[in-house]
């Protein structure tokens, strides 16, 4: 279902999303414009950091996290990055029927965490194309900075249907507004 229409939405052709709300002649309020593909790819990556404490259920019987709980951490560092830097939890945005499916995920597990380590989730979050977003996480032990988990996780924007659509303005005036001036780069 994805391939189609995501190669549809990622034409060559130049993409724009009006910023602000047209009269009721569609013409745009003054001093609006048009938020463009290139003007959000330029944009410096939206970042946070979580700290997280791994808990008994999350280990295994040899005493460090199970592999599959690396991609749980990456969604509570995803909600909160974008409750804390964007304004908006995940819930505000199926609100206004905007979802988020994820439609590609890598991981590379590079060191253990074992119950109770405190773990540091660093995410950031940019535009990957004209449709999608793309998170970057660096999970590291919180006492010695020793690398846990790192990847990425990829995100289709959807409407209720399950259908592709383009990032409404509003998503992308957010998102452009958490960049603001360039940030430390906190996943290096």
């Known amino acids: 279902m994805w391939g189609y229409q995501q190669d549809r939405i990622s034409s ?51 005493g460090t996290f199970y592999n599959s709980r690396a991609l749980e951490w990456f969604e509570c560092g995803r909600t909160e990055l974008m409750r804390r830097r964007l304004g908006m939890s995940y819930a505000g945005l199926e609100e206004k029927h ?34 999608k977003l793309r998170f970057e996480v660096q999970i590291t032990q919180h006492t010695n900075g020793k690398p846990v988990v790192r990847g990425h996780t990829v995100h289709a924007f959807a409407d209720a249907d399950g259908k592709p659509v383009r990032p409404p303005a509003w998503f ?11 940030a430390p780069d906190i996943l290096k």
């Open 12 to 62: 060559p052709r130049r993409f724009a999303v009006e910023c602000c709300i047209p009269t009721a002649a569609g013409r745009l309020p003054r001093g609006c414009g048009p938020v463009t593909a290139a003007v959000v790819a330029n944009m410096s990556p939206v970042q946070d950091v979580l700290q997280l404490r791994v808990r008994y259920s999350e280990t295994d019987q040899m």
């Open 98 to 131: 905007v979802f988020l499916p994820l439609v590609e995920a890598h991981l590379e597990f590079q060191g253990g965490a074992r119950y109770d380590d405190l773990l540091n989730i660093a995410s950031s979050v940019a535009m990957s194309g004209r449709a």
């Open 172 to 182: 992308l005036e957010l998102l452009q507004t958490a960049a603001g001036p360039a």
